[in-house]
């Protein structure tokens, strides 16, 4: 008989993942998903990238690199946050990573202490509660509304709650709830944190996508304290598979993450990290980002229209600026994970809401994304679940 | 003051790491790195790989996939294990990473606890040690002679210990001693572990590359119990800077290190996977080890020679079968750190012996690196160590 560590009791298999792979039939909508739209992707420029990087340096591209990454691409990221988060940051503070998940695994292992609390919006990127799970914390939730995490709740749990060692947030177009932080709140928040001196991982994924309203500067950029690990990505405005994000951070706890990264996976990759910089240098990511925002912000509205003529009152849910993904709230004695079987044999998926609430309960919300759906395959799987949250009503 | 996790607290800058530095500059011959020779990759016939994943698959590419990894490429593993390790594995039991370096960093995560055993041979991968150090264990090292592990000093130590969990070696060509195990001594190794029923780490990067004699089974050929968990990788017949590397092992293990990689980092690079896939299906790898093995092969022959003809008496060394490294044991009041900057100071650079032993000591002996050196500059190189090992006699 083997005996795994003890942490392996805490990985189990996702429920999620075995719902998408049911969605996979392809007579199915699913809005279960959040994956960025195929037909969005710049495959022939990044052709042309990937040509012109080993055309002009291959025997580099195909070799060992540094852990820190390519040093090109980290300027680039450094000039791009400076561009469009207001973020002033050092090449020397950002360590590439293969996705913003390594990004989690790593932040938990370099705070986390089995026992230690994290603290997390409520709900929370099921990704992340999974990557801190493997330290074995306890998880302690904010609430929110519409504008996000409530500062005075956080500041009420800061006050009274010991061993807390990392706070993680996505203030924009949050994954699963699609809400976005305003400005005052976010300033709330650095004032907080700032008093009570903790690391924060502030997840910005989506942060490009927004389809409505005003750009707001990322926690990062307000960071008197430097407290603040910034997790960027290229998988929602590039392509995820070639794997390739970055954590910018001060000095301190970069040089820990680096520590981490060269013993448990010696780097990202080099030929990806150098695709990723040649396709910036050629070519205009804004340009295609633009074509992005178009595409997703018209098919947010769609389901935002379709859920308002087709949920029935007694749902609230979330019209994003930005991102993928909308939420929604039933009556709480729906369960949402019974429904969702119901959703199925009528070829309709979503994600059922209790996943993202690392304490679990909450049973009766949906996460629904809306990037990889046509009009019509929208317009119909919404009426398809409002049709069977009505037949639910008590 | 913040916090680290107590973990950090074994993950220190390595000193290897900041020697490589000092071998950057250019008048430098180092024989201390590990990297495959640049020239030999097959730069063109990658790019016609990746043109065609691009232009064939490119949406599949460039977008998320699973945690296994590429199918068509655990299938071509599979194929790959059986003809030259004579491992008969189902492409369900191969997982991919990126690098072996992230599959011993899955290894220590699922297998050990802090203060569990770790045996390993004595000296062995640093990188390994490293990544295990990230679950405190305890390591127990087994003597060896120039066939490797001493299978009766490794019962001894399984009859006295408790709560040992992993076993890591490297049979084939190892870093950094270039010894490899001969038949027998596997065949009694399976028969102890069979009996122990200990997991066992078989860390194959260099198998390919043999440049004398037969080729021997892998260990998990002969793994009547499926205790042995196999990393296999394309860094060094190949390319390193993909990150494309595998894991092999028994339903059961796979299973976990799947769930570890779906919370720790979700996947490796769906194109990075696809263009490896490709440039098999597309090229003949074999012939192109073919190459690399008569370039090593020449290379370390030249290295033995010059050490038979410069180093004094009393120095022993391996004349490696295969693999890229070769390892010498001065008389044990030579310092061979000491020694390093005395030969940095003459432009000549390898790797003091002292860190591939997880509990230090052996001061005495250097790790020699010939894969990316030309014929000069190996002779000099050796004969300017030569000498300075020469002045440090008594």
Redesign the interface.
Known sequence: ????????DN????EI?ELLALTQRPEVTSFAGG??A??L?P??D??KA??AV??EQ????????TTDGWAPLRKQIAERMLAKNSIHADPKDILLT??S??GL?YAG?????PG?VVIMESPSYL?AI??F???QPRFVEIPTDENGMIMSELEKVLATTKNV?LIYVIPDFQNPSGRTWPLERRKEFMEIITKY?I?VVEDNPYGDLRYKGEFLPALKSMDTKNLVIYLGTF?KIL?????IAWMCANP?YIN?FN??A???????????AMAVSKYLEMFDIDAHVEKIRAVYGHRAGVMVQAMKDYFPEGVTFTDPDGGLFTWAVLPDYIDTKVMASQCLAKNVAYVPGAGFFPNGGNNHCMRLNYSCAGDEQIVNGIRIIGDIIKANLK
């Open positions: 008989m083997v005996n795994f560590a003890k942490m392996m990985v189990k298999a996702s993942r994956l960025p195929p037909e992707f495959v022939q990044f052709k990937c040509d080993l055309d291959g025997t580099v591209a195909l070799q060992y690199g293969a996705g998940q390594q695994d292992r370099v705070f986390l202490d230690d990704g999974n990557a799970k493997l330290s060692k001196e690391p998988s392509a995820p598979g070639t794997r301190e820990k520590l981490l060269q013993a448990a996976v010696l780097q990202t990759s080099t030929f990806g």
